[in-house]
């Protein structure tokens, strides 16, 4: 599905690929709203956005969707003892004003369903493929990715905190399903990331804004 072009930004609900010469890259939007927002004013907006969406049922049918996945990334979490569920707002985790933006202001997980869309896409022998996943966070994509035979699995992530707690999840994870154990993350600015020089298979769940996409 899809119109196959040299790798570059992948957008879509469900994730969609392109090709590149080397580099399958698969991409998931997540939406990134202003939710973030803390103390009276915030608590206000937030009341103000729940009442409209409770008398609007496209809305409706939106949070709804919202707490069920919220739902199944805990359940992920406990059968897996590990740490990735939440939303977390970038400013929370100490990332610099100037960077928010760039990096599209907030942590959500990939859900299950959405990561094994864009998988579908995959070629038939991962085995022959590295996944890359840009702006890893606390490694969720990555530990989805163990489930498929690549050849290694590697994450790289702006934000100390996310990835220290990645690096904690590759340790803790626990997995009948496992068909990769090779999982290494890197804590790094991705536009100044140096790919392994592998045939990648490359994921982006909305990790830049479009500016950053640019460079």
Not at 167 to 195: K, L, Y
Request: hydrophobic letters at 40%.
């Amino acid at each position: 599905p899809g119109e196959q072009q040299e790798g570059r930004r992948t957008t879509g609900e469900g994730g969609v690929a392109r090709r590149g010469k080397r580099c399958w890259a698969l991409g998931a939007a997540r939406r990134t709203d202003g939710w973030s927002e803390r103390g009276l004013r915030g608590l206000v907006r937030r009341s103000a956005i729940a009442v409209l969406h409770r008398s609007n049922p496209r809305g409706h049918l939106q949070m709804r969707a919202a707490q069920k996945q919220h739902q199944l990334d805990r359940t992920f979490d406990l059968q897996h003892g590990v740490d990735t569920h939440g939303d977390t707002p970038l400013l929370q985790l100490g990332l610099a004003a100037d960077d928010i933006a760039r990096c599209n202001g907030l942590y959500r997980p990939v859900g299950d369903g959405i990561f094994m869309q864009a998988m579908a896409l995959v070629p038939a022998r991962p085995q022959n493929f590295v996944f890359l996943d840009y702006g890893s966070g606390k490694g969720k994509a990555l530990l989805l990715a163990s489930r498929y035979a690549f050849k290694k699995i590697v994450g790289v992530e702006l934000l100390p905190a996310l990835h220290a707690t990645a690096e904690e999840n590759i340790q803790s994870f626990r997995s009948g399903a496992r068909r990769c154990a090779d999982i290494a993350v890197t804590c790094a600015d991705a536009t100044a990331f140096d790919p392994p020089l592998e045939p990648l298979v490359c994921f982006f769940f909305n990790p830049f804004d479009a500016a950053t996409w640019r460079l």
